[in-house]
Structure formats: structure tokens, C-alpha cells
């Protein structure tokens, strides 16, 4: 059964920027519309000394939108595909409520190949999306 919504998760790093490619192929061959998601933190860390520093220029959410529309341009073009940047610190928790709250089929999410050392230390949004999806999910790894 072919998916007819595939939400791929990005986070503007060169894995990801291959699972959307990947998903492409899929989609065409499918008809699938198909979402790109960024999770934004909204609690970003300040670290103290920050306030005797100029203001830094961070991403806002615009720019997230706006990168996300040029990937969507660049890689996607002709596809149904939408863009939507979402505000949790939690980013596995929000491609999955996303998912579910959206009848999206299937999941994409590349996975950085990280090691035992670093899942345990850093944890893996790849994997925990694969145990709380409650659909289909598609790692495509490094």
C-alpha cells in the first residue's frame, strides 16, 4: 500500500537534505503529498556571558520557513509538498503528534549513524521517532 502523506523530518544537514531526495522518487512514483517539518526549539540556551556580547544573528523562524521552501523549491518541484516549522524542544515528540494529528502514512527521518557512546549520551530523534510513530517510518541512514 503506498503512502499518500510522507512527513520528512529536517534539520538542514546534509543527511537530511538525502532523505528528502530519497522521498522524491518515492512520491513521484506514488502520487504522495509530502510535508517537510523543522522542530525549532523555542527554549534556546543563552549561556551567561551572552549578555556582554554583541546580539547574535540566530535563525528566526522565518528563516527556517524560508529554507525550508527553498529546499521544497530545489528538490521537489512539481510534487505536492508543503513546509511547516514547528516550536517544541522535543523534536521527536513533535514529528510524531504531527504525524498523527495530520493522517500522515509514513515518516522519513535520516539518521546521522551515530554510535552506541553517542545515542547514550545524546539520545537519537531517529530512533525515538521509530518508537513512538504510530505510523510507518523510513530511516535512511548516512
Known amino acids: 500500500m503506498a503512502a499518500k502523506h510522507i512527513l520528512v ?4 544537514s546534509e ?12 512520491a513521484k512514483a506514488n502520487q504522495s503529498k509530502i510535508t517537510l517539518i523543522y522542530v525549532t526549539d523555542p527554549r534556546a540556551f543563552v549561556p551567561p556571558q551572552a549578555v556582554l556580547l554583541p546580539e547574535p544573528t540566530a535563525p528566526t523562524e522565518e528563516t527556517h520557513k524560508a529554507e525550508l521552501d527553498e529546499l521544497r523549491d530545489e528538490l521537489l ?10 516550536k517544541d524542544h522535543a523534536p521527536a515528540r513533535a514529528i510524531c503528534n504531527y504525524a498523527k ?13 551515530y554510535g552506541r557512546v553517542e545515542l547514550w549520551l545524546i539520545g537519537s530523534v531517529a530512533e525515538r521517532v521509530v518508537r ?11
Do not use: K, M, P, W
Open 9 to 12: 523530518g529536517v534539520d538542514f
Open 132 to 142: 513512538h510513530a504510530h505510523c510507518s517510518v523510513v530511516v535512511v541512514r548516512q
Open 15 to 26: 543527511q537530511s537534505r538525502r532523505t528528502v531526495e530519497a522521498v522524491c522518487e518515492y
Open 101 to 113: 494529528d495530520n493522517d500522515v502514512d509514513l515518516i522519513a527521518i535520516g539518521s546521522h549513524g
Open 77 to 86: 518541484a512539481g510534487l505536492d509538498a508543503r513546509t511547516i516549522v514547528v
